[in-house]
């Protein structure tokens, strides 16, 4: 990522973005059409112009910078941390908010939407905005977008056929995909070509799918790529605006861990902690940022539907925001809802490989009870029906379309595909986090191959290697888990084997401790020392029996200690849908998506909710599901 996140990753959605080199074979069938990268929010630097013609850089200023204007306040932050921490957080929300105001305070907008200072892009044009180009006019990559993501697409694409789309990121967008249009007639004047290839990512998503809508019918567009986009909006923009941010602190932690590619072996030592003081922080500084950010279309644009008239009434004039709400009316109410209609055009009648790449099945990092990325809610980015963020469809449910016959219910019965935007050219990785497209193998390979190769990857039935459903790789979660003979997710009589996978990065070898599979009348037939070299999998043979039935949820639990980990044990559950049989009826709705666990069966109620209540629930749940294994291997022994 271009920038480590920070405790308040949440305020301006402004800091996310994804990173990694491809390990896609090279083929004939690479395309030769450019490659335009449409980055990430607040990706493009902005320059103020002033009144004798100078140009001052306003945004993506370099550290010195910075610096300069952050060190005068250091002392005040220090002090007004200490102060947040004891639940007074107004006086640090005061310095950090007019410490704000001072850096970026120019990039404000009239109430009309527009900038009130002679704001604009630094960039523009593509021959300026050729990545060949500035790498020889700076001499490096400061300038340039998405460098990790278009280090991978240039090992297919020469970097002078690669651009960065530059826009004015506070701008709607409408007026954003309206510049994209005009970007890419230039791109395809200036490099000589009929179409190009588009990867956007995040608000370059939104941006992109909103292109499509507007000007897909031009047929100027091959391949495009949209990676954890925020079509529909951002859950979290809602909790900010509407006040009622409860920051998620363990869901932070991940995403931090995630980030940095750390395993996940910190969180249950941190679980009872709290860091309430967030939560007083941010509503203390939110109006702060507001006076900046308030006026922005694209911050109106990032309301989802569903919360936008009740945010529009909170905060915005209807007079004096006249201009700023006729336009976000029409992104809400107009092209929103021709997503669907829009991007199957694009596949179908223009002739485009158009496809989109989400993560699930994470909260939303500011307390909303949404299945999400972290920062994008999952209906947002895909369009698909998506149970609550905790919840799972009950067993038996039965998808909303039919698909061909096809069965389109995530593995943890959470995402009905059936009713995405693109039901055939979605692919949903459960467990990803929002920028990190690029720490999870099977995402990085999927994003490139999509992006800059043709025919090979058609819909999300093309190859084996990359099905629908998909459970994230990132070398944080130490271990990966799949059945032998089924699409990955999914367990029928067909399988006889579970493989699982160390992913550690770092060299380590794992040990597996415990596996229990909850749901599954199955015994593995485990090696007496299960040590797994980092990047090998093992596959382990079981008896027994696959219940007859289908659409239903299993979980398999890995418990494991990695060799030169901080903390000395670790576990990943893994939700599989069961296809194997008649469908039971469906009582409908939806139920808890937490499994039960060993540790649930031993203890009563009361026991339970004090532990969950303090935080060690998962601490002692975890320690007792090694102990189960260890007893029910001696049963067996002993037989």
């Known amino acids: 990522m271009k920038r480590k996140i920070s405790l308040f990753l949440a305020l301006c959605l402004v800091l996310t973005a994804a990173c990694l080199p491809a390990y896609a074979s090279k083929d004939d069938n690479v395309t030769d059409y450019p490659v335009i990268m449409v980055a990430g929010y607040s990706a493009s630097a902005l320059v103020l112009e002033n009144e004798d013609g100078s140009e001052e850089q306003v945004w993506q200023m370099q550290g010195g910078n910075i610096f300069s204007t952050v060190f005068g306040y250091v002392g005040r932050i220090i002090a007004g941390l200490g102060l947040a921490v004891l639940e007074k957080p107004g006086y640090l929300a005061g310095i950090i908010g007019n410490g704000a105001k001072d850096l970026v305070g120019v990039l404000a907008c009239n109430d009309d939407g527009t900038s009130k200072y002679n704001v604009h892009p630094m960039f523009s044009g593509a021959e300026e905005c050729n990545c060949q180009n500035m790498l020889d006019r700076f001499g490096d990559e400061s ?235 999952t209906y947002s980015s895909t369009g698909a029906a998506v149970a609550k963020y905790g919840e799972r469809f009950a067993d038996g449910y039965v998808q909303k379309n039919s698909c061909g016959g096809n069965y389109k219910v995530s593995p943890a019965m959470t995402i009905d595909a059936s009713s995405a935007y693109l039901p055939d050219n979605t692919w949903f990785v459960s467990g990803l986090f929002h920028g990190m497209t690029f720490w999870d193998y099977f995402t990085r390979d999927l994003m490139i191959t999509l992006t800059v190769k043709d025919n090979e990857i058609t819909d999300v ?32 009589s067909e399988d006889s084997a579970l493989i699982i996978k160390n992913l550690s990065i770092k060299n380590r070898p794992l040990k597996i401790l415990a596996v229990n599979c909850d749901g599954l009348d199955i015994k593995l037939k485990m090696p007496l020392v299960p040590i797994i ?107």
């Open 143 to 377: 300038y340039q977008h998405e460098t990790d993501i278009m280090g991978a697409v240039r090992e297919y694409v020469d970097r002078s056929n690669t651009y960065d789309f530059n826009c004015d990121f506070r701008m709607g967008a409408v007026e954003n995909a309206k510049k994209l249009d005009e970007f890419i007639q230039d791109v395809k004047r200036y490099s000589g070509k009929d179409k190009v290839n588009i990867l956007a990512v995040s608000h370059g998503g939104q941006v992109t799918g909103t292109y499509l809508t507007l000007f897909g019918h031009k047929r100027d567009v091959n391949n495009c790529v949209m990676t954890v986009p925020a079509l529909g909006g951002a859950g979290i923009l809602y909790d900010l605006l509407g006040e009622t941010t409860d920051f998620d602190e363990l869901n932070l932690l991940y995403f931090i861990e995630h980030g940095n590619q750390l395993e996940t072996d910190f969180h249950w030592l941190v679980e009872a902690e709290e860091l309430g003081f967030l939560d007083g922080l941010i509503t203390e500084l939110f109006p702060y940022f507001m006076d900046i950010i308030g006026n922005w279309g694209s911050i109106w644009d990032f309301v989802p539907t569903d919360a936008y008239e009740a945010m529009k009434a909170k905060w915005l004039d209807p007079v004096a925001n006249a201009a700023i709400i006729e336009k976000s009316d029409y992104m809400h109410y107009t092209v929103m809802p021709k997503f669907w209609s829009a991007f199957k055009d694009c596949n179908e009648k223009y002739g485009m490989n158009v496809n989109i790449i989400a993560g699930v099945d994470n909260a939303i990092t500011t307390g909303a009870d949404v299945n999400s990325d972290g920062i994008i809610p």
């Open 461 to 492: 039935y093309s190859s084996p290697d990359y099905p629908q459903f998909h459970t994230s790789t990132n070398p944080s979660y130490a271990v990966a888990a799949w059945f032998d003979s089924s699409t990955e997710g999914y367990v029928s």
């Open 533 to 639: 070299k980092a990047g090998e999998e093992i596959k382990i043979p079981f008896t027994g029996e696959i219940p007859k039935v289908s659409n239903s949820r299993v979980t398999v639990t890995v418990s494991y200690t990695t060799y030169g980990s901080v903390t000395p044990v670790g576990e990943r559950s893994i939700a599989f849908t069961i296809l194997n049989g008649e469908i039971p009826e469906c009582a409908g709705g939806t139920v808890s998506a937490k499994p039960e666990t060993p540790l649930d069966r031993l203890l009563p109620a009361t026991v339970l909710q004090l532990l969950r209540g303090t935080g060690l629930y998962n601490f002692f749940s975890m320690f007792y599901s090694i102990i189960y294994y260890a007893l029910n291997s001696v049963k067996l022994t002993v037989r």
